[in-house]
């Protein structure tokens, strides 16, 4: 027996193997060992020429007898530093393609049980592409062992479309047992797992991605899948003609560097063959900026209506347009607001809800290329900006004194309502009279003027705010025009 | 061997025919301006060949001359119909694809639905004044569309549009056709006889 060679995958059993001097037929070999001189040697029978045996602390003698030759015994003292460490190769559990994303989602496990605890192992991720399975990159991943079988899950982004060309993946590991003195090494590879493209389909064909949505800016690849047949004779963006790449004999390419902002119906993308055309729409637009100036308040203490600034538009219209919904924490109510892409102004309500004055509202605002969100804390009781007033009668009338009535459309009984009467006699001089009243539920409000002319032609006008915590004006009411008597005679 | 027409009915298909024709004509000229503004909208290349779009009946026809008048009719309103159908399915596609943005389209291609309605029900009218049944929706309703990619909607669009271009002008030879006084009696022939 000679060149015996130890390999272990597990740092505990390690296997043997040797071979023989002189070529002849497998013969019955007595095969023992013992790791030090305390524990009893440990033997038995084999015809093969490989052995599972401990990994030594540090040394162990194997003896190898081979009954009825020369040179029958021959005995080998291995230590730690002569035995390699190579991990066992690892299994791939799943490969999981995204391909609205273009992204694969690999499992495997790390195998970690067969270990001792907390070693750090290094893994390598090898992507191949097309049918030449040519290497597009190699990822190390670091993770931890925990003496458990750990699933690991990582994500990879393409930078072309799954559908375009097959992908494949594989995975070896490298485990760092620095209390290990022997030699180490990576794991062999896995078996490749395979993402099929539509290039590997019978019937397979179409320009991919189909009908994206990507940020402006972004370089994207887009590919034709045709039949094995047919020649392309252009593929386009838009309106450019762009060089194709050949990812396989099904399938062409061509790269858009810096993609500039599409239309509302999108930029075409169209493959152009000997007896036919096919083609993708891509929308070029931008994720929604942070609303600005966010600002709540109420008219009525029914609705809180909230504004914003959207800041710049997406770009994105119809199913793909900006979407925003208001959230309110405290509540946890969510209200999605429907909002008209056209015009400027951001308007969302929300209902007032009972007892609850302090609203902590997050704005939401998402699109397919992104999101972003604003928040508001808010006393609702401080933001009140009441409807215009209605209806603005006259009440009472005599020569010095004038009684107004109006109506407000709203709830206000939890506050005081602070109103200004615009008086504006013949002589155009403006007087502004202010009264405050407790707010009334959808109620009519008066007010006494007096230190009046007589016979003396007035008009008025009213508008009404909160009290106490003033927010906002209401608009002015229609004005009111209105004589008062003459005076008795003195 | 039909009797022939009594004059009012003569006098009534000839008005209905003439007013169809100015029909069919604005519709045309809308349509080619829709056109226009669909292809730049929808950024496609004016020049591109569409394939036979399933579901968009082919205006041209084979022995053109030998049709009777109720074949023209019954042709048409077909047609129509099956265009009113595909045009609703483009406004709708429209509005989800392309929410309140380039409404313009939006408006052109209902005006056009509105016309292609119009004139589906005068194709009815001519029909009922013939007595002959009218056939019901479901008869020659338009099987269900298939669902389409984005770029693929765009192409059907167009092929919609060019071929229902198409059939206006059809429309307006068919009801020319019509219209013809028979030579014999001076009035029209009942539709049955009319080549």
């Not at chain 1, 940020?215 to 899948?225: E, K, L, P, Q, R």
């Not at chain 2, 389409?148 to 198409?166: C, H, I, N, Y």
Request: aromatic content about 8%; overall charge neutral; glycine content about 6%.
């Amino acid at each position: 027996p000679q060149n015996l060679k130890c390999l272990t995958h597990n740092l505990h059993k390690m296997v043997c193997t040797w071979d023989f001097s002189s070529r002849g037929r497998r013969r019955q070999t007595d095969f023992c060992y013992t790791t030090n001189d305390l524990t009893p040697q440990v033997c038995f029978k084999t015809k093969e020429r490989r052995a599972e045996i401990p990994v030594p602390e540090s040394s162990i003698t194997v003896t190898i007898k081979t009954p009825g030759t020369a040179f029958a015994t021959k005995e080998f003292t291995i230590h730690q530093k002569d035995i390699s460490f190579v991990p066992v190769t690892p299994h791939i559990l799943s490969l999981t393609p995204g391909f609205p994303t273009s992204t694969l989602n690999l499992k495997w496990s790390d195998n970690g049980s067969v270990f001792p605890y907390g070693l750090d192992a290094l893994w390598q991720i090898q992507i191949l592409r097309k049918e030449a399975m040519e290497e597009v990159t190699q990822v190390a991943y670091y993770s931890k062992l925990t003496h458990e079988d750990v699933i690991l899950s990582w994500n990879w982004t393409s930078d072309i479309p799954l559908e375009c060309t097959s992908h494949y993946v594989k995975i070896r590991c490298y485990i760092n047992a620095t209390q290990f003195v022997g030699p180490k090494d990576w794991s062999d590879w896995s078996p490749a797992e395979v993402i099929p493209g539509k290039d590997t389909e019978p019937g397979g064909s179409g320009v991919f991605p189909l009908d994206a949505v990507v940020a402006v800016g972004s370089d994207v690849t887009f590919c034709c899948v045709h039949e094995e047949d047919q020649r392309i004779t252009n593929m386009t963006y838009g309106s450019k003609s762009y060089t194709m790449m050949q990812l396989s004999s099904r399938s062409h390419a061509i790269r858009v560097l810096n993609a500039s902002a599409s239309n509302s119906s999108g930029t075409n993308v169209v493959c152009r063959l000997e007896n036919g055309m096919d083609g993708s729409v891509v929308f070029v637009g931008y994720a929604p900026d942070t609303p600005q100036n966010l600002s709540c308040e109420t008219s009525n203490f029914l609705i809180i209506k909230c504004t914003w600034k959207p800041g710049r538009p997406s770009g994105l219209y119809g199913a793909r347009r900006t979407k925003y919904s208001l959230f309110e924490r405290i509540s946890s109510k969510n209200v999605s607001c429907e909002v008209n892409e056209m015009n400027r102004d951001r308007v969302c309500g929300f209902p007032v809800l009972p007892d609850q004055k302090t609203y902590d509202f997050i704005l939401g605002v998402s699109n397919p290329i992104g999101q972003a969100q604003s928040s508001l804390l808010v006393d609702i009781t401080q933001r009140v900006h009441p409807k215009t007033p209605e209806k603005l009668t006259v009440t009472g009338n005599n020569s010095t004194s004038i009684q107004l009535r109006w109506f407000i459309n709203g709830s206000f009984t939890g506050i005081r309502l602070l109103c200004q009467i615009e008086i504006v006699s013949g002589h155009s001089e403006k007087k502004l009279h202010n009264v405050s009243m407790p707010g009334g539920k959808s109620s009519s409000y008066t007010a006494q003027l007096n230190g009046l002319h007589p016979n003396t032609k007035y008009q008025f006008s009213v508008r009404c705010s909160a009290a106490d915590h003033f927010w906002r004006w209401s608009d002015w009411s229609r004005g009111l025009e209105q004589t008062t008597s003459e005076a008795p005679p003195s | 061997m039909a009797a022939p027409d009594s004059p009012s009915t003569a006098l009534r298909r000839r008005d209905l025919c003439s007013r169809g024709i100015r029909l069919a004509g604005k519709m045309r000229a809308d349509v080619v301006d829709l056109l226009d503004t669909y292809v730049e909208q929808q950024g496609l290349d004016a020049s591109a060949s569409v394939a036979a779009v399933e579901g968009v009946p082919l205006a041209a026809v084979e022995r053109w001359d030998e049709q009777t008048g109720t074949q023209r009719l019954l042709e048409n309103l077909a047609a129509y119909r099956a265009f009113r159908a595909l045009l609703a399915q483009m406004l709708e596609e429209q509005r989800e694809q392309l929410g309140e943005a380039d409404a313009g389209l939006g408006r052109a291609l209902a005006a056009v639905l509105l016309q292609v309605s119009a004139f589906a029900y005068h194709l009815e009218e001519l029909l009922r004044l013939e007595s002959r049944g009218v056939p019901s929706e479901e008869e020659d309703g338009p099987p269900p569309l298939p669902r389409l990619s984005l770029f693929e909607q765009k192409l059907r669009g167009l092929g919609v549009l060019r071929e229902l271009a198409q059939w206006a002008v059809r429309s307006a030879r068919d009801l020319r056709q019509l219209a013809k006084p028979s030579p014999a009696t001076g009035t029209g022939p009942g539709l049955a006889e009319s080549p």
